[in-house]
């Protein structure tokens, strides 16, 4: 790798001295991702001050404690990055040939990077200095999460099962298939799921087949599943369901509120922001039944019990108003139906809010005054706010509190939903969901309707489709009969996945594009090979609302082809036409014709730096931040709300509440990171994560092997004894298939925005029996 250090001594002509008496140091090669010769150090001191002041760790010093498994190390690389002489580099990376800029595929932090390539592989990443998105700051995924690029489990040519095994095809006459099979069903009897780690042009291409070729519009995707009530929410209240923000502006807040997001672990980048800002002074409250990395930082940590943020928000609110803390300028002027709410705080009494989330008024109160008086304050939520039966209403209940304060329309101000996927903004922008086209854009408004009609050249549904949970319960039922799944695994990332198991065994078709055979591939009749992120052209759009280049870097393994283009061929064969797209500029070249918030974005804007929606127009700079002077629906709306407990609660039969969690080192349901060596080295296995108390009563000895039950299922892993997890509580990821949570999650929904409420369900855990 480059040495910074032999570089200058070159151009110098500094010869350094050598010493046949020096020492030498063997090369450690302990950690899962670095290489280190201490032999080519020069003590600069850079790896240290990098670690501890860019990364707030603080895990390397001069004495080059680099270890393996060591809990603080967060395995992120910057030390390397940093490193002038090759004392710190990647233990798997190699010179490449060139490099090629494009952007990460994990979060939705969207942060820039460049993939080094060398013949038709990726060997290694770097980080891009230009993107206003991260900075050259990436996280371990980011860094080092690259090897499923090249994996030899990936696809590379069309599978058909026939007598139950998979057959290798040819393209060719597997599309013909997949088009005479759909030909003959009727639009109820067929549904598309489509992915919010496909491109903008793919998720425009698989919503437009959905609803101009198959004439339906139950097309989702798994926003159904995180940020639903953000978009129901925060359409209600401001007009636009996007985060309002950019991630550049956390670090110049006064105050940070962040509820129900593990930011450091889901967002590692904007967790870093929320660090320098605390270093320049701002407050920081975290609401967060478990104890997360931000609370190290935190002025106040509220540990509210899951399930109880509307109450907890609500009790906000309310001492807010009673100490004349209040934005009444704000408030009077740029939004309505305040007595309305303002009498639905009468509920919320000091008594009811302790009683249902077990803080105290005083220290609730304590909160209060901080966010409202640290202006501009800025709140950051993720699934711990949206997973629940009344998801929509804590998003509400956000926003209450952000238009009481006048904390919403300028910069560093506002409320900030962190989305979780690559492309989840994305995906939803271009309307891969069943009530909007692209642009959110209402399916049942006459006139939208008609502009598609016009646009597209064919009659198209007026009707609102099925949302994710509803086509898997309809395909249960026989409603459904067949369903294309693009890049989507619900036999992992969908609540109670034995119906979901069943659901998909009653299909006649299931037809799925995605990279690895995943546990939902296996249960196809076809599958097709489909392009990686780095073998295809195209945008994402960030958390921030960023419409961003990637870009082809090597070319398609095998015979695996981008998903418009796999999608486009079988609308062509079903004799549609507006699919003849030769490329990925063409398509979004047609989503700014139909989609205003993305007019004026095409590939010739973006090169350099992306552009933030909404851009209107070919001469628009893009939105910084959102509803600076007035809100997207005009006023904003305050929201009367009522505190509804979650569906299911402990009983003597299930005394635990389970929640669900992500984790740094994997992402979602692993079809991507649990092909990469090192992060299986940091984290081969599901923790199970238990309080020491409800250890103790079980008699659970901690990495001990136990079952956790639920009234749906039943699953195995090993137990974590922790204190990060409350009393009563216990936690687990989604990533394992091994140990699969959403075995038993409740698929019980929340009414507004028809989520499943994954974060709350009543569970036991017992020690695993030798029959087990």
Known sequence: ?????????????????????????????????????????????????????????????????????????????????????????????????????????????????????????????????????????????????????????????????????????????????VAERFAKYKPHEVAVLSSARCT????????????AVLKTNSVDHCARLCHAPTVAGLVKSFGSGA?????????????????????????????????????????????????????????????????????????????????????????EVRCENFEDFKKSLEAFTPEFVEKATGISWDRIAEAARLYAKNSPASTLFAMGITQHTHGTDNVLAVANLAMLTGNVGKESAGVNPLRGQNNVQGACDLGALPNVYPGYQKVNDEAVQKKFQDAWGVELDPNVGLTVTEIIDAAHSGQIKALYIVGENPMLSDPDINHVKEALEKLELLVV???????????????????????????????????????????PVGESRPDWWIMGEVAKRMNAKGFEFSNASEILDEIASVSPIYGGIHFSRIEDVGLQWPCPAEDHPGTKFLHEGQFSRGLGCFQPLEYRPPVELPDDEYPLVLTTARMLYHFH?????????????????????????????LNIAHEEKVNVISRRGKVAGRAFVTQKVPEGVISMSFHFWETPANALTNPALDPQSKIPELKVCAVRIEKTKKSD
Request: glycine share 8%; aromatic share 8%.
């Open 1 to 177: 790798m480059d040495c910074e250090l032999r570089i200058l001594a070159t151009e110098y002509d500094v010869e350094p001295p050598i010493s046949i008496e020096d020492p030498y140091y063997p090369i450690d090669l302990s950690h899962p991702f670095i290489e280190r010769d201490p032999n080519k150090c020069i003590s600069c001191g850079l790896c240290v001050s990098t670690c501890r002041e860019l990364q707030g760790v603080g895990a390397v010093s001069l004495s080059y404690r680099v270890n393996r498994l060591d809990e603080i190390c967060e395995h992120c690389g910057h030390c390397v990055a940093a490193c002038p002489t090759g004392t710190l580099v990647s233990n798997k990376a190699l010179v490449p040939s060139h490099e090629v800029r494009t952007v990460c595929p994990y979060c939705g932090c969207g942060c820039g990077m460049y993939l080094g390539v060398r013949g038709d592989r990726v060997v290694n990443v770097r980080g891009d200095f230009e993107n206003p998105s991260n900075y050259g700051r990436l996280c371990v995924k980011g860094r080092f999460g690259y090897d499923f690029i090249n994996h030899p489990e990936r696809l590379t040519h069309p599978l058909m099962k026939e007598n139950g095994e998979f057959v290798e095809k040819d393209w060719e006459s597997t599309l013909n298939f």
């Open 200 to 211: 903008n042009e793919e998720n425009y291409v698989v919503q437009k087949f959905a609803r």
């Open 243 to 331: 985060m309002t923000n950019s991630i550049g502006e956390i670090r110049d807040t006064k105050c940070i509120f962040s509820i129900g997001s593990n930011t450091t672990e889901t967002h590692p980048i904007i967790g870093l922001e929320v660090k320098h800002a605390a270093q320049n002074g701002a407050k920081v409250i975290v609401a967060n039944p478990k104890r997360i990395d931000l609370v190290n930082v935190a002025d106040i940590w509220l540990q509210q019990r899951p399930g109880s943020d509307v109450a907890l928000l609500m009790g906000m609110c309310r001492v807010i108003l009673e100490e004349g803390l209040d934005d009444q300028d704000f408030f």
């Open 513 to 555: 594009n995605d990279i690895f055979l995943s546990e939902t591939a296996r249960f196809a009749h076809v599958v097709f090979p489909a392009a990686s992120f780095a073998e295809k052209d195209g945008t994402y759009t960030n958390t921030e609302r960023r419409v961003q280049r990637i870009r082809k870097a090597i070319e």
């Open 669 to 697: 349901t692993g079809t991507m990171t649990r092909k990469v060596e090192g992060l299986n080295i940091v984290r081969p296995e599901e923790r199970i994560e238990i309080n020491p108390a409800d250890a103790k009563k």
